[in-house]
């Protein structure tokens, strides 16, 4: 029998911020989340990855390329002549016969129930006639304008509203020639997009109740530049992050805006490589500074006069040694100069971090791919406790998964039941040490080469089994652990939570075994009487007995979180856990 207990498992309170998330630009991921219909408006030219899960039908984006009368054109990328970035589309069409000919790009979805806002900078020299956009599949055109470009850059718009859906059609730029036409930021936004965001991302991370998403990542090590993502988003330089030609859109504070859109607070990891501690103070006022500061009044001028009040703050991603260490405090001291309310967060702790920036961390960050847990922790609150000379700083995991590498087929693991088992595991294992253990960012939010919690193409969304795992943790988990007597055995990991209201107990059981488990439950210490308890179970809908199965585009729900009900006639009865399954049970507290 396994008794749940009135006694607290540890003195600390469960988090929120323990079923965080992560986003990071890095080849497609932000882009995945992005509205934008087209790749490379700027038309820089599109990189190839740096990685790959299957090379030979990985997720490719789509260039643009020359159509029409290509014989007749010369197409050239202009560097003197350009809105932003390296290079500007040039075509040129020399005098002779009319011809018509243009640059294309195939593969978007559209939908004649969501318009889109079309909108490009546009010059020209020399053409009689307008410039056509036009979507459409092979010859049957679903939306099409004109435009009348001038001898100076405009940005020319137009709303496009399709007669027929597709998921793979072509937008088409064309002109009848002779004549010269230049191009650069191109764009087909949805009107469904929620700030620039796709509408079914931000509703599926809302309902996952993240509570806090980390942006950094590899992208912040290096030459990043923070600045180079805000302001006028035609007037940004693109960048690439492991291959990937990142939607200038899509910058820094539009991911702190896409944080509050889904209920969730941002956690900006600043650059420590090639950075000083005046250009970190600087990150930090222009997104909490008032107006009357230098870096509040640049973000006023970009269109957001309130401050962001971003409180978490960590500094460097992934370093550590004698540099570092040396470094910090210095950085730390002026990030709090700029915002003495904010929240710092080492990189990497070791006894010469904690030792040398004590007065000034609130949290030490390690990272946790495939190992760590309960030793890891035990270790560093020795280790906090020491060095730290009674401040109370805690631990914040941010990035954490089974694994980080993995590439090739090997990485199909995380798109898995044992993934979501796993980090279901490890999140009973932080509930037991959330005494020390506040923030934790399991990578990756999206995409990610299987990592995402949430896969999507070009139009559709499924959601992981990690996904429906991490979901009934942050909906339905107390806020108490509890102490659970008795042996517990046969491939089960468990966790019980007291709600904050005390009104339930939820317990939830991993099963990572093949077998079905049967166990004896006590809830007596919560009340006499029976009751009907409220059930959810992540598990494979097959029962294949497989612990690799996943969803996929065309079965996105084979594993999910499942509703049930189990009548217990007292509080002591018996709970059957299924092979390879997560369950949760609620036992209504009775008075």
């Given at each position: 029998m396994l008794r749940i207990t009135t006694e607290p498992l540890c003195p600390g309170t469960i988090s929120p911020y323990q079923y965080g998330q992560f986003v990071e630009h890095l080849c497609d991921l932000v882009t995945a989340m992005w509205a934008e219909k087209l790749y490379d408006g700027s038309f820089e030219g599109l990189r190839p990855y740096g990685v790959a899960f299957l090379k030979e039908t990985d997720f490719k984006e789509k260039p643009w390329h020359p159509s029409g009368a290509t014989n007749r054109g010369k197409y050239t990328l202009d560097k003197a002549t350009k809105i932003s970035g390296e290079v500007s589309q040039k075509i040129e069409v020399p005098g002779g016969a009319p011809c018509t000919l243009g640059i294309s790009q195939d593969g978007l979805a559209v939908d004649p129930a969501d318009p889109c806002a079309f909108s490009c900078f546009m010059k020209q020299q020399g053409l009689a006639g307008p410039v056509t956009v036009k979507v459409h599949v092979e010859n049957k055109v679903l939306a099409s304008c004109e435009f009348q470009p001038k001898e100076d850059w405009q940005k020319l718009r137009a709303k496009l509203t399709f007669a027929a859906g597709a998921t793979a059609a072509t937008l088409t730029i064309s002109f009848r020639g002779p004549g010269v036409l230049w191009l650069d930021n191109a764009?087909?936004?949805?009107?469904?997009?929620?700030?620039?965001?796709?509408?079914?991302?931000v509703e599926a991370v809302r309902a996952a109740k993240p509570g806090i998403i980390r942006y950094g990542g590899s992208q912040v090590k290096g030459d990043f530049d923070w600045r180079s993502t805000l302001g006028d988003p035609d007037l940004r330089k693109p960048f690439t992050a492991w291959g990937g030609l990142q939607q200038a859109g899509a910058g820094l504070e539009e991911i702190v805006q896409f944080c509050r859109l889904v209920d969730a607070e941002p956690l900006i990891c600043v650059r420590f490589e090639k950075n000083t501690p005046q250009e970190a103070a600087a990150q930090v006022e222009y997104f909490n500074g008032s107006v009357e500061t230098p870096m509040g009044a640049l973000r006023a001028k970009n269109g957001h006069p309130e401050p962001y009040k971003v409180k978490y703050w960590q500094v460097g991603n992934e370093v550590d040694g004698t540099d570092y260490a040396a470094r910090l405090p210095a950085l730390c001291e002026a990030m709090k100069k700029s915002d003495p309310n904010i929240l710092l967060m080492s990189s990497y702790p070791s006894e010469a971090v904690i030792t040398g920036a004590r007065e000034y961390l609130d949290y030490v960050c390690p990272h946790h791919y495939g190992h760590g847990g309960d030793a890891d922790f035990v270790a560093l609150a020795k280790l906090i406790e020491k060095c730290a000379q009674g401040r109370k700083i805690k631990i914040g995991v941010t990035e954490w998964n089974?694994?980080?590498?993995?590439?090739?087929?090997?990485?199909?693991?995380?798109?898995?039941?044992?993934?979501?088992?796993?980090?279901?595991?490890?999140?009973?294992?932080?509930?037991?040490?959330?005494?020390?253990?506040?923030?934790?960012?399991?990578?990756?939010?999206?995409?990610?080469?299987?990592?995402?919690?949430?896969?999507?193409?070009?139009?559709?969304?499924y959601k992981t089994p990690t996904y429906y795992a991490q979901q009934l943790y942050a909906v339905h988990a107390g806020v108490q652990p509890l102490k659970v007597e008795g042996t517990v055995g046969g491939g089960l990991d468990l966790s019980a939570t007291l709600s904050g209201d005390k009104e339930k107990v939820v317990l939830f059981a991993v099963n990572s075994?093949?077998?079905?488990?049967?166990?004896?439950?006590?809830?007596?210490?919560?009340?006499?009487?029976?009751?009907?308890?409220?059930?959810?179970?992540?598990?494979?809908?097959?029962?294949?007995?497989?612990?690799?199965?996943?969803?996929?585009?065309?079965?996105?729900?084979r594993v999910a979180t499942r509703p049930g009900t189990l009548k217990a006639a007292t509080p002591k009865f018996e709970c059957v856990f299924p092979a390879l399954s997560l369950t949760a049970l609620e036992w209504k507290v009775q008075r």
């Open positions: 764009s087909l936004m949805p009107e469904s997009a929620v700030g620039g965001w796709r509408r079914d991302v089974s694994t980080a590498g993995d590439f090739g087929p090997g990485r199909a693991k995380l798109l898995s039941l044992e993934n979501a088992l796993y980090c279901s595991r490890y999140h009973n294992c932080m509930h037991r040490h959330c005494d020390v253990v506040e923030i934790a960012n399991r990578s990756n939010l999206i995409n990610s080469f299987c990592s995402g919690f949430i896969q999507t193409d070009r139009y559709r969304l075994s093949l077998n079905t488990v049967a166990r004896e439950l006590d809830f007596s210490a919560f009340g006499q009487a029976g009751q009907e308890v409220q059930t959810w179970t992540v598990a494979d809908r097959e029962q294949a007995g497989e612990p690799d199965v996943a969803n996929s585009f065309g079965d996105p729900e």
